[in-house]
């Protein structure tokens, strides 16, 4: 016989506690007929069918478990590269205070000093390479 | 934008380096990811609900009340194996969680951070004597531009990346947490309300039991009162349910059109899945506390 899928052990779980309570239902009933020791023997009975309900949930829970760890294990390494790249962003924005502190110093230069217009301009072009190879790399 | 360079001042090189980079940038420079920010941050607190595994996992205990002691090492057994699925449970909830934390992450990019840097700039910027006050207003509004054009390409970039990659193993995630809650736990619980009730109906119909009103009408109460416990709980795990329905419908969506991130209408869309989602955690929130 093939294992119990955990479809089969939730669908035995739950046929095993409708059984436990038609059972309780028919002991309730029928209670005017039943001794003290019978009662106590049906309820007996219906405890242990609960009981094995419970068990058979815990079961397939479990099959759940095991068979949902690729998929977690996959997700969790998706979380990890969100945070890496949240602390790239941290450096990318590094980049960006340059790039903008080289705008201001090309304020600098419209305003006549001319000593500083070549070293601004390639400082200029390094942080606007750094960034289009960064964003390059990234969607590569 | 020629215009803000020309009132800058800035020409030649500089000034076709700035025109390309802000061309290359340009498409997703007005970038909003407010409703993504919205969402991730909503489905983030409300992924996690431990009072699922902690119910659980306590069930067993709880029972014992209503069986004989002959009974009461099955249940610890049974207790003991749910002992070692409670750390699983508990990644399935956190890893939603902490996957909504990074994508609320990206959404939100840390833009208080970037523009405490921009005022370091406008502040140098007041201190360069040699720029007019036009100037230093075009080349301050420059920098801003620039800073945010290129931070919202990148992060909208990462954000594909991330809903992309994420979509299929988050959305089996999901699917294995609802089965384990509509399949296990909410018949579990049904199996206790059916053992709390059994244990007041003995205590008021066994056999030969004398017929005292007063003990009657106490029992139907505690019986009541077991009941609505256990009914409580069934309602929490299946509005917790309902939120992860919507988690995982509004994380679809937002991988089925992931290619307009940042578009102004796919936020209005979205609204409709965050208005869905944050009235089935505030239903969750009603039984939960």
Redesign the interface.
Known sequence: MEKLT??DA?EL??QF?DA??AL?DWR?DN??S???SQ??EL??R???L??T???L??????L??R??QA??A???S??E???S??KH??K??QA??L???L??F????????AAGIPA??VA??DA?SA??N??GS??S | MARILRTTGITGRTRLLLSVLFLAIGASGCASFKEVTAFASLSGNAAGYQALTRDYVGALERRKQYQPPKFHGELEALTMRREAQRSSLDVLQQTVADYMQGLGSLASGEIRTFDRSLKDLSASLNEATLLDRNEKQAVGALSTLLARSVTALYRQHEMKKLIRDGNQPLQEVMKATRKIIKSGIIPDLRVESAMAGRYYDNFMLAPDNPVEPVAIALGKEAKAEALGRIESRIQGAQRYDAVLEKIAAGHQYLYDNRDMLGNDELGRQFKQHISELRAAYRNLLDVAR
């Open positions: 955990a479809d939730f779980g739950n506690r436990a309570i309780r309730i209670r005017g039943l001794s003290r009662w106590d309820d007996e219906e405890i242990t609960l009981n309900a419970s068990s949930y815990t079961g397939a829970i479990g759940i478990l068979d949902s998929s977690l996959r997700l969790q998706s979380v590269n969100a945070k790249t949240i962003i941290a990318f924005k960006l205070d790039a903008s502190a705008v201001l090309a304020g600098a230069v419209t305003s006549g000093n601004a301009i200029l072009e606007a960034i289009v960064s964003a990234e969607s």
